[in-house]
T-cell receptor, first 114, second 113 residues
Framework: GEDVEQSLFLSVREGDSSVINCTYT??????LYWYKQEPGAGLQLLTY?????DMKQDQRLTVLLNKKDKHLSLRIADTQTGDSAIYFCAESVYGSGNTGKLIFGQGTTLQVKP | KAGVTQTPRYLIKTRGQQVTLSCSPI?????VSWYQQTPGQGLQFLFEYFSETQRNKGNFPGRFSGRQFSNSRSEMNVSTLELGDSALYLC????????????FGPGTRLTVL
């Protein structure tokens, strides 16, 4: 089935690392995404990883993928107050009839305290 | 390149009315997907269009419809509005390559009174 789960809230201090976790159920996923949503705004694509990769790094962002456990994480190094937002994990599932469809988690609210 | 644009940004309607939302994708992108975002249900897929054809549809009633024009611009329509249709409606475009990466617009906030 199609399901993506995330914890709902994370609070960190400015300068610390943040780790946001996500689990997914569909074993045929091909790409997994992280999006950021600030209040009153749309979704900003942060990064994505192909399901045959284990890790991807992009400046302060590190994505880790554990395919066996169907677990995805997003690590933000040196977290800043501007990183406060809701972070969504999403998967795209390839197959007939699944084009253009992303399945999203519930979103994790990241609160960064100064 | 300009990003995905959506108009209008805000709408207030009353129950029973209908509404049309518009989305202009990133230049060169041919796939447009629509999502509904509510506090209770989160982000849910509505439908996807490519080359003026609906290729995929989510689990929404027939009151929700859409179309795509030859320039890839897309519209979605909701008829006989209900209070529960109040939501942020997000449009995303994709170049339709193997990554299927979607880029989102700012959304249209629909309030049904």
């Amino acid at each position: 089935g199609e399901d993506v789960e995330q914890s709902l809230f994370l609070s960190v201090r400015e300068g610390d690392s943040s780790v946001i976790n996500c689990t997914y159920t569909d074993s045929s996923s091909t790409y997994l995404y992280w999006y950021k949503q600030e209040p009153g705004a749309g979704l900003q694509l942060l990064t994505y990883i192909f399901s045959n990769m284990d890790m991807k790094q992009d400046q302060r962002l590190t994505v880790l993928l554990n395919k066996k456990d169907k677990h995805l994480s997003l690590r933000i190094a040196d977290t800043q107050t501007g990183d406060s937002a809701i972070y969504f994990c999403a998967e795209s599932v390839y197959g007939s009839g699944n084009t253009g469809k992303l399945i999203f988690g519930q979103g994790t609210t990241l609160q960064v305290k100064p | 390149k300009a990003g995905v644009t959506q108009t209008p940004r805000y709408l207030i309607k009353t129950r029973g009315q209908q509404v049309t939302l518009s989305c202009s994708p990133i230049s060169g992108h041919r796939s447009v997907s629509w999502y509904q975002q509510t506090p209770g249900q989160g982000l849910q897929f509505l439908f996807e269009y490519f080359s003026e054809t609906q290729r995929n549809k989510g689990n929404f009633p027939g009151r929700f419809s859409g179309r795509q024009f030859s320039n890839s611009r897309s519209e979605m329509n909701v008829s006989t509005l209900e209070l529960g249709d109040s939501a942020l409606y997000l449009c995303a475009s994709s170049p339709d390559t193997s990554t299927d990466t979607q880029y989102f617009g700012p959304g249209t906030r629909l309030t049904v009174l």
